[in-house]
């Protein structure tokens, strides 16, 4: 059994869960026939619940690693996890941090997580943080 | 009369500038291999919004032709496509390289690829008005068969398994659900939060999936430190003779035929067309035995491939309202941002803005022309750019690129939801398109499949009543059964 391709399949029975249980108590159609707003996504919900099962039997009989297949992966997972971590948190610091002394160290983070030299990290970190700045600041007029 | 008016409008100084500056970053963006032409439209459609409609698309029309053309130069110099539309061209142009004619190759690249574009766009003319003209016969039940159509389509060409690709464009449909709904506006999955009652933004959505997942699969499955080898761009012989020329034409015709129908499929892009393609010239070929050893004329069927699978999904896509492949599908998200719905009411309410679009498709080519015959040289030097450098480049493009739609944090937080979605559908082998095209297709599929049936008390006899429908049913259940019925058949064979 693959337990990656379970896991997914679990996650998207929750989904399906979140959005098909309060579609229940959506108001009904109206009196021309016309279904009410609960009706499609009871409609998709179903469908999915149903493809999920499908899924979910030949997840059992396949033994595929979707995750972690191979040394590169692995050896990669810490960078990805960071990296992953890293743009959660510039996404939420961007609201509270100016843009550029955040963007400049979200930058030099970047280049030297994936192993740049210091020297091409700072220029390149400079300049291209200016560039963005000028290009959406300046040029397109957007507040940053 | 109009048609002069839309090309004399492209070709006026600011909207010109828009579609080089497009036809320049696309060929940057095609040329590197891991960004392509999708990520390279998600990309920057954040930046056409704060431009006129006019100069935005010029800029997008110039990165998407372009970057499918540019996919071929890294295909012939490195062995690698830049873009999946170009894996065919690494058959014979890498040899082409090996023997010491890329300089030739480089320039078939271009001199096909363009008039793949070119013949693509005279039938997108000849096709898409007629098309547009019968779809306005379409009612709400054919609108629904006609949603159906697309997502079944895009899923049983994805080449990966049906189910996933179904249950991506399901969930895809689930989230179009979020917002006020169209018949009862009624409040649907908003938690409270006034920004959601549109919807859920499709840009910042779209350039989480192709831009942000596409990186962190990258990260999580390349070796950053890898050296790439690239080959000089070198050869005496430089263009193909007149008589070289005329020997090729009938297998490019026939390629340019079979792609633009191709690209009308939805879902099923230049990779698909441009294999096809060249299989198909192989078999009818005299010298077959030169193909995938540097053959000219496979080079340049593969090359006329790519391109004219960009007028068939355009005609698709404008007359009909149906994505052909992920780029077409993010060019209907910013026609709608921009407040035109692409289909047959386009042709009737912003008609001139259709002739500008095709206008635009067809100078992109010629900019592409003069483009890459002029600059193949550098581009030796460009496929040396590091691949960590574009991470932190498309990376940051990407978080900007999705606040600057609405100025919104919003934006950003799902853009990298989508992005880990994104990544995750990548690993586990889910198609991503069918999620981009359930969420631009679920207000379609859902309101007007309310809409018929209040039109008959709840009756769905409707939908197997109207012969449109009949045949849109019989076509999407028979694409959905048909991968299944070929396994069968293949066993009872063998």
Same mark, same amino acid.
């Given at each position: 059994?693959?337990?990656?391709?379970?896991?997914?399949?679990?996650?998207?029975?929750?989904?399906?869960?979140?959005?098909?249980?309060?579609?229940?108590?959506?108001?009904?159609?109206?009196?021309?026939?016309?279904?009410?707003?609960?009706?499609?996504?009871?409609?998709?919900?179903?469908?999915?619940?149903?493809?999920?099962?499908?899924?979910?039997?030949?997840?059992?009989?396949?033994?595929?690693?979707?995750?972690? /297949?191979?040394?590169? &992966?692995?050896?990669?997972?810490?960078?990805?996890?960071?990296?992953?971590?890293?743009?959660?948190?510039?996404?939420?610091?961007?609201?509270? *941090?100016?843009?550029?002394?955040?963007?400049?160290?979200?930058?030099?983070?970047?280049?030297?997580?994936?192993?740049?030299?210091?020297?091409?990290?700072?220029?390149?970190?400079?300049?291209?943080?200016?560039?963005?700045?000028?290009?959406?600041?300046?040029?397109?007029?957007?507040?940053? | 009369?109009?048609?002069?008016?839309?090309?004399?409008?492209?070709? &006026?100084?600011?909207?010109?500038?828009?579609?080089?500056?497009?036809?320049?970053?696309?060929?940057?963006?095609?040329?590197?291999?891991?960004?392509?032409?999708?990520?390279?439209?998600?990309?920057?459609?954040?930046?056409?919004?704060?431009?006129?409609?006019?100069?935005?698309?010029?800029?997008?029309?110039?990165?998407?032709?372009?970057?499918?053309?540019?996919?071929?130069?890294?295909?012939?110099?490195?062995?690698?496509?830049?873009?999946?539309?170009?894996?065919?061209?690494?058959?014979?142009?890498? =040899?082409?390289?090996?023997?010491?004619?890329?300089?030739?190759?480089?320039? *078939?690249?271009?001199?096909?690829?363009?008039?793949?574009?070119?013949?693509?766009?005279?039938?997108?003319?000849?096709?898409?008005?007629?098309?547009?003209?019968?779809?306005?016969?379409?009612?709400?039940?054919?609108?629904?068969?006609?949603?159906?159509?697309?997502?079944?389509?895009?899923?049983?060409?994805?080449?990966?398994?049906?189910?996933?690709?179904?249950?991506?464009?399901?969930?895809?449909?689930?989230?179009?659900?979020?917002?006020?709904?169209?018949?009862?506006?009624?409040?649907?999955?908003?938690?409270?939060?006034?920004?959601? +009652?549109?919807?859920?933004?499709?840009?910042?959505?779209?350039?989480? #999936?192709?831009?942000?997942?596409?990186?962190?699969? &990258?990260?999580?499955?390349?070796?950053? /430190?890898?050296?790439?080898?690239?080959?000089?761009?070198?050869?005496?012989?430089?263009?193909?003779?007149?008589?070289?020329?005329?020997?090729?034409?009938?297998?490019?015709?026939?390629?340019?035929?079979?792609?633009?129908?191709?690209?009308?499929?939805?879902?099923?892009?230049?990779?698909?067309?441009?294999?096809?393609?060249?299989? &198909?010239?192989?078999?009818?070929?005299?010298?077959?035995?030169?193909?995938?050893?540097?053959?000219?004329?496979?080079?340049?069927?593969?090359?006329?491939?790519?391109?004219?699978?960009?007028?068939?999904?355009?005609?698709?896509?404008?007359?009909?309202?149906?994505?052909?492949?992920?780029?077409?599908?993010?060019?209907?998200?910013?026609?709608?941002?921009?407040?035109?719905?692409?289909?047959?009411?386009?042709?009737?309410?912003?008609?001139?803005?259709?002739?500008? #679009?095709?206008?635009? +498709?067809?100078?992109?080519?010629?900019?592409?022309?003069?483009?890459?015959?002029?600059?193949?040289?550098?581009?030796?030097?460009?496929?040396?750019?590091?691949?960590?450098?574009?991470?932190?480049?498309?990376?940051?493009?990407?978080?900007?690129?999705?606040?600057?739609?609405?100025?919104?944090?919003?934006?950003?937080?799902?853009?990298?939801?989508?992005?880990?979605?994104?990544?995750?559908?990548?690993?586990?082998?889910?198609?991503?398109?069918?999620?981009?095209?359930?969420?631009? +297709?679920?207000? #379609?599929?859902?309101?007007?499949?309310?809409?018929?049936?209040?039109?008959?008390?709840?009756?769905?006899?409707?939908?197997?009543?109207?012969?449109?429908? *009949?045949?849109?049913?019989?076509?999407?259940? #028979?694409?959905?059964?048909?991968?299944?019925?070929? =396994?069968? +058949?293949?066993?009872?064979?063998?």
């Amino acid at each position: 059994m693959s337990k990656d391709g379970l896991m997914f399949v679990g996650a998207c029975v929750i989904v399906t869960l979140f959005f098909m249980i309060p579609a229940f108590s959506f108001p009904g159609g109206t009196t021309d026939g016309a279904p009410g707003p609960g009706y499609f996504p009871i409609l998709v919900c179903s469908v999915i619940l149903l493809l999920s099962t499908i899924l979910f039997i030949q997840y059992l009989r396949d033994h595929k690693k979707y995750f972690q /297949q191979n040394e590169t &992966q692995k050896k990669n997972l810490p960078k990805l996890l960071i990296a992953i971590g890293a743009i959660i948190l510039y996404t939420i610091l961007f609201m509270f *941090i100016p843009f550029i002394p955040l963007t400049l160290v979200f930058m030099v983070f970047l280049n030297w997580l994936f192993g740049r030299t210091w020297r091409f990290n700072i220029i390149f970190s400079v300049v291209f943080t200016g560039v963005i700045y000028f290009v959406f600041n300046n040029l397109l007029h957007v507040m940053l | 009369m109009d048609w002069i008016q839309a090309f004399l409008g492209v070709l &006026q100084p600011q909207v010109f500038l828009y579609l080089v500056i497009g036809v320049v970053s696309g060929g940057l963006i095609g040329a590197l291999p891991g960004l392509t032409a999708t990520m390279g439209v998600a990309v920057l459609t954040p930046i056409s919004f704060w431009l006129k409609p006019e100069c935005g698309f010029a800029m997008l029309i110039g990165v998407y032709n372009s970057a499918i053309w540019a996919g071929g130069v890294s295909a012939i110099l490195i062995n690698t496509p830049g873009t999946p539309a170009s894996i065919a061209s690494t058959f014979d142009g890498y =040899k082409l390289t090996q023997k010491g004619y890329s300089a030739l190759a480089l320039n *078939i690249n271009t001199v096909y690829s363009v008039l793949g574009g070119l013949f693509s766009s005279l039938c997108l003319i000849f096709f898409a008005f007629p098309l547009a003209h019968f779809a306005l016969q379409f009612g709400p039940a054919e609108y629904t068969t006609l949603a159906l159509f697309g997502l079944t389509m895009m899923v049983s060409v994805s080449g990966i398994s049906p189910i996933k690709g179904l249950l991506v464009g399901f969930l895809g449909l689930l989230f179009s659900t979020v917002g006020l709904d169209s018949i009862q506006a009624y409040k649907r999955y908003t938690l409270n939060n006034s920004a959601l +009652l549109d919807g859920l933004n499709f840009v910042p959505m779209m350039i989480g #999936l192709f831009g942000i997942g596409e990186i962190l699969y &990258q990260i999580y499955t390349s070796d950053s /430190q890898e050296k790439l080898v690239v080959a000089e761009v070198k050869g005496t012989k430089q263009f193909l003779t007149p008589k070289e020329f005329g020997k090729l034409a009938p297998a490019n015709l026939l390629t340019g035929i079979i792609s633009v129908i191709v690209g009308a499929i939805p879902g099923a892009g230049g990779d698909i067309a441009s294999i096809i393609c060249w299989g &198909q010239a192989k078999k009818m070929s005299k010298h077959p035995e030169e193909y995938g050893e540097g053959s000219l004329e496979g080079l340049s069927v593969s090359c006329t491939a790519n391109n004219a699978v960009i007028g068939g999904a355009m005609t698709t896509m404008l007359s009909l309202g149906i994505p052909g492949d992920a780029v077409t599908a993010i060019l209907i998200g910013s026609l709608m941002m921009y407040g035109m719905t692409p289909g047959p009411q386009l042709f009737i309410e912003n008609n001139p803005f259709v002739l500008t #679009l095709i206008a635009q +498709l067809i100078l992109a080519n010629l900019v592409i022309l003069i483009f890459g015959l002029t600059t193949s040289r550098i581009y030796p030097k460009i496929l040396k750019i590091k691949k960590t450098t574009l991470w932190v480049v498309v990376i940051m493009c990407c978080i900007i690129g999705s606040y600057a739609i609405n100025n919104s944090y919003v934006d950003i937080i799902m853009m990298s939801v989508a992005g880990i979605f994104g990544f995750i559908l990548r690993v586990m082998d889910f198609p991503q398109g069918p999620f981009i095209l359930g969420m631009l +297709l679920g207000r #379609l599929l859902e309101s007007n499949l309310r809409r018929a049936l209040s039109l008959t008390m709840g009756n769905y006899s409707i939908f197997f009543t109207s012969p449109i429908c *009949i045949v849109l049913l019989s076509i999407s259940v #028979l694409s959905l059964v048909w991968p299944s019925i070929k =396994k069968q +058949l293949k066993k009872r064979a063998a």
